[in-house]
């Protein structure tokens, strides 16, 4: 897990889904009921919802594995195209120090 230090400018800029983004890359490979236990309160719904949006956005990667009883879950990576975002996030957060 690859820990980031955000500073209060860029946390007060950063949108809700851009977050859980960066959640998902700090994580590395994770499942919604992971982010959920690793956000501040934010419920299955909302993780859901955002974690579409930045599927069609292309920033992340969603996989369906199945587990050991033979249910399906999902596993979200963050996209080549969502490492290049995030890159952009943290120069805006060295920018803003």
Known sequence: ME???LNKNIEVLLSTP????LKIYMLGETTVTQLVKESDGMSATTITKY???????????????KTNVGTEKKIIKVSKKGLEVIDYIMKLNKLLE
């Open 51 to 65: 974690v579409k949006q930045l599927e069609e956005m292309g920033l992340i990667e969603v996989e369906v594995a």
């Open 3 to 5: 820990q980031i230090k």
């Open 18 to 21: 851009l977050k859980i983004l």
